[in-house]
């Protein structure tokens, strides 16, 4: 009886692993959706986006160090259409993606705390030398 249930379990697993291995590879991958027409909110809020990072002491430093005054970086951007004005708010937004450490050194010191309180709550003595 048992040599029968495994020759049905091996033929059963040989045929879906056949069924499994002919399946036809599928390339497929993200595709960016944009939007049809940007609405007047979206420029307001990628203009002041842009606003803001401009305000930023490092980023008006660089620009006047590049000889561009703040008239002449008004006058340019003005002259961006929709589209473009919203290319330009995205990447200023990916560059933003790093932010600063602090929150990642206060997840770090609350993860050491937290494996302290464990060890010791188990009985566990932790020495140090």
């Known amino acids: 009886m048992k040599r029968k249930l495994a020759r049905f379990v091996a033929w059963y ?5 056949m069924l499994l291995g002919s399946a036809p590879p599928v390339d497929a991958g993200f595709s960016p959706s944009e939007p049809l027409a940007p609405c007047p909110a979206s420029r307001l809020a990628d203009w002041q986006g842009i606003q803001k990072a401009l305000e930023s002491k490092v980023v008006a430093e660089r620009l006047r160090a ?3 005054s703040p008239d002449e970086i008004q006058s340019r951007l003005s002259r961006l259409d929709d589209r473009q004005l ?8 990916e560059l933003r993606v790093g932010g600063d450490a602090g929150e990642l050194i206060i997840v770090a010191l609350l993860t050491a705390i937290l494996v302290v309180l ?3 709550m188990a ?6 030398k």
């Open 13 to 17: 697993m040989a045929i879906v692993m």
């Open 66 to 68: 590049l000889g561009f």
């Open 86 to 93: 919203h290319q330009l708010a995205q990447k200023i937004d």
């Open 118 to 120: 464990i060890f010791y």
């Open 123 to 128: 009985g566990h003595r932790i020495v140090v």
